[in-house]
C-alpha cells in the first residue's frame, strides 16, 4: 500500500516509516521541519519506496498518486517548540488535521490521527481510561498543545460520522527512544543530556508527579495494529508501568553510572501531577501491549544520544552503561 505520514521527518513519524518500507509499502513523507530533521530520514532518502516532499500541513496538499492511508502525525510536541510556537502549534492541530483528513478524503483512504494524553490535562481519573474526559485548562501556558489535539479528535470523528471517512484516534502517552531532539524539553532526553554534559538533572517540584514511558518500537506497533482496525474512537497507546519523575532521575543516573547531582526547581503551571494509561481497550480489541522494557529502551536512547555527540565533535561525560 501507499501511505502518507505527516511529520514524516518527526521522532515517531520517521520510526514509522521504516517500519512500513521494511513491509514492503511505499511512503510519502510530509514535513516542514520545523521540529522533523532530515537526519532522521536520511538512510531512507535513496530507497525508491520513500518520498520527502517538505510541506506545511496547514497548506493543501494534492498528489498526483493515489494513497491508500494516512497517518497525521505532523504537531509541536515539545514544551520548549509550542510554548515558542504556540500558533503554528494551534495551526497544525486545525487546519493541519483538516487537510490531512481532506486528502484522506480524496483517496478514500483510511486516516490516522496521534492525539495524546495530554488531552486529559492534569487528570483527576486515574489511570486515564478513554471514557475519561480530562481536566484540561483552555487558556493555561499548555494550552496551545492540548486544546489543538482536542479539537484534532472533534475534527477527525465529525469527518467519521459526517463524511464517512474511516478513520482511527491513538492517545499516545510518553514516548521515547532513538532520534528524539536532546533539547526539546521532554524529560527523557532532558535528563539523558544532562547526564551526558556532567550537570545537575532538573526535577520540577518535588519529583514526585509520575509518567509512563513507552519505547518508540512498541509505539510503532500500536499505530500498526489500530490502523488495521475499524476502530473510530480514541484508543490509549502507552505503557502503564508508572513512576515518579524524581524515580526516574534516579533510574537514568543508575543506566549511565554517572552520579550527577538532582536540582529541583519550581513545577511548571498546569503541570499533570499523575500519568498512566488504561491500556485494557487497546488490548481487548488489538491484541496490544508493550514488550520492550525500561531499562532495555533507555540503554538503547543512551546509546544514541552517546554516538550523537560524538558525531557532533561533543565529548559525553564518563558514563559506565549498566
Known sequence: MRYVISGGAGFIGSHLADRLIQQGHEVVALD???????????????????????????????LREPVDRVFHLASIASPVEYLRCPLETLESGSSGTRNMLQLAERNKARFLLTSTSECYGDPLEHPQSETYWGNVNPVGPRSCYDESKRYAEALTIAYYRARGVATNIARIFNTYGPRMSL???????????????????????????????????????????????????????????????????NQIRSRMGNDVP????????????????????????????PKVSLEDGLDATIEYFCTAYRAADMEPAKVALK
Open 262 to 289: 538532582i536540582e529541583f526547581r519550581t513545577l511548571p503551571a498546569d503541570d499533570p501531577q499523575r500519568r498512566r494509561p488504561d491500556i485494557s481497550k487497546a488490548h481487548r480489541l488489538l491484541g496490544w501491549k
Open 32 to 62: 516542514n521541519l520545523i521540529t522533523g530533521r532530515t537526519e532522521n530520514i536520511g538512510h531512507l532518502i535513496h530507497n525508491p519506496a520513500f518520498q520527502f516532499i517538505e510541506h506545511d500541513v496547514c497548506e493543501p496538499i494534492h
Open 183 to 249: 533539547n526539546d524539553g521532554r524529560v527523557v532526553p532532558a535528563f539523558i543530556d544532562q547526564a551526558l554534559r556532567g550537570v545537575p538533572l532538573t526535577v520540577f517540584g518535588d519529583g514526585s508527579q509520575t509518567r509512563s514511558f513507552c519505547y518508540v518500537s512498541d509505539m510503532v506497533d500500536g499505530l500498526m495494529l489500530l490502523s488495521e482496525s475499524n476502530e473510530p474512537y480514541p484508543v490509549n497507546l502507552g505503557n502503564a508501568r508508572e513512576m515518579t519523575v524524581l524515580e526516574f532521575a
